[in-house]
């Protein structure tokens, strides 16, 4: 049996109503009565029945941004956390939209120029024809039947089509553009929206992480006078220690919406590996034992096993 989880928002009204918007600054949100609405308030059981069948965790209906209907299901509230999956692609469009008005990047611009030529597997030509734009609309016309629709390496994306000629949910050249930003803008996320952020890095690679884009400050008293605007991004070496006392350490699992189906318990873990080395990168590494020779080999080396993120499907 397939379990189907997810909170759905649907919204309604006509096109130029005027819309309620609720106020930053209170937890208040005004509703509407589905009665004075004149819709068919006898369904809604009917509907409650359904969303519980298909095991929803969560159902709202906006009226011209008011709540019409709201409701959730088990132990979920409306305070409960939940992952964001592809609302996230609001939040990466918005940041485009930001690096556009600052003069970073222009979304008629050809991807390449951001991500280098041969981004993808497609013909030189064909893969000029895809912009930012593109992008964000998923009309890159790349192959959206490759069996990782999430794979951003460039051979997974393939031509198929033209861009802009073709539409199709595809996650990985959207989720590309937080690269593009990126790179256009000299920063990371984090770094892009001016919140301060604490990394491990291997020693070696420190120098190389903060380019020429930071400077190094040696207190906190620097650090802290940072504000957005400023020329050099400052960053304080603090604490340090080797590699290997922070084998055994457990983290905490960032999306938590899957567990592995198999001794959960032994999984989200540091463990060490000969093939992470301090020429490249920052030393330390995600692995997925689900994914990679060099990850499934260093997973069933440890001890215990690191188990493989595959759920159950009854």
């Keep these: 049996m397939r379990c189907l989880l997810y909170t759905l928002l649907l919204v309604t009204g006509p096109l130029g109503a005027q819309y309620y918007y609720p106020p930053v600054s209170s937890g ?26 298909t095991h929803a965790k969560g159902f709202i209906i906006l009226h011209q941004g008011k709540i019409a209907h709201e409701e959730y299901f088990g132990a979920f509230t409306q305070d409960s956390i939940w992952y964001w999956a592809s609302a996230g ?3 990466t469009a918005f940041l485009v939209g930001m690096a556009q008005e600052q003069g ?22 064909k893969e000029d024809l895809i912009t930012l734009k593109e992008q964000l609309r998923m009309t890159t016309g790349l192959d959206y039947t490759v069996p990782d629709l999430d794979c951003m390496e460039d051979t997974c994306l393939l031509y198929k089509n033209d861009a802009g000629t073709y539409w199709y949910y595809h996650n990985a050249p959207y989720r590309l553009l937080q690269d593009v930003v990126a790179n256009a803008s ?27 884009k930071f400077t190094k400050v040696s207190s906190e008293e620097e650090l802290k006078a940072y504000s957005e605007g400023d020329k050099k991004i400052p960053f304080l070496i603090g604490e340090g220690f080797i590699g290997k006392d922070l084998v055994e350490i457990k983290y905490e699992q960032l999306l938590d919406y ?57």
Excluded: M
């Design 186 to 212: 000299g920063k990371t996320y984090n770094q892009y929206t001016f919140k301060p952020i604490t990394i491990i890095v291997a020693k070696d690679l420190a120098e190389k992480q903060f380019d020429k």
């Design 258 to 314: 899957a567990q592995p189906n198999d001794h959960p318990e032994n999984a989200f873990r540091v463990i060490s590996g000969d093939f992470v080395t301090t020429e490249d990168g920052t030393g330390i590494v995600h692995t997925s034992p689900t994914f990679g020779a060099d990850d499934a080999l260093v997973a069933k080396q440890a001890s215990p096993q690191i188990p493989p993120l595959l759920v159950k499907d009854d």
């Design 28 to 53: 208040q949100w005004d509703t509407v009565s589905p009665a004075s609405l004149g819709w068919c308030v006898s369904e809604l059981d009917t509907l409650s029945e359904f969303l519980e069948d």
């Design 89 to 91: 692609k609001s939040l």
């Design 104 to 125: 970073l990047l222009d979304i008629n611009d050809k991807t390449s120029d951001y991500l280098g030529v041969g981004w993808t597997s497609a013909p030189p030509a």
